[in-house]
């Protein structure tokens, strides 16, 4: 059984940065892909930017060149670095793996 558990986010101002992690447990996290993804109120979570278990990354457009995915299996965590942050990237942010949602954490980002 994946469990996920998110952390890192908060309230930062537009053109700030946050880290946000995901610690995994299980023994499949090397070999899965991982995202995260965001949503807000009212509309459909939408995926942010994914790894892929040899660590390539996609983005989605409207965060590439400011948001940053990795990850460290030998930590079973995958982190978001988002810089350049926007007052419309406020939503709450999930990672998923494995058919597994973590909770969320909520990003704030005033302007």
């Known amino acids: 059984q994946v469990q996920l558990v998110e952390s890192g986010g908060g309230l930062v101002q537009a053109g700030g940065s946050l880290r946000l992690s995901c610690a995994a447990s299980?023994?499949?996290?090397?070999?899965?892909?991982i995202g995260w993804y965001r949503q807000t109120p009212g509309k459909q979570r939408s995926l942010v930017a994914i790894?892929?278990?040899?660590?390539?990354?996609t983005y989605a457009d409207s965060v590439k060149g400011r948001f940053t995915i990795s990850r460290d299996n030998a930590k079973k965590t995958v982190y978001l670095q988002m810089n350049s942050l926007k007052p419309e990237d406020t939503a709450v942010y999930y990672c998923?793996?494995?058919?597994?949602w973590g909770q969320g954490t909520q990003v704030t980002v005033s302007s």
């Open positions: 998923y793996m494995a058919g597994q």
């Open positions: 299980g023994s499949a996290f090397s070999i899965n892909a």
């Open positions: 790894i892929n278990f040899i660590g390539g990354p």
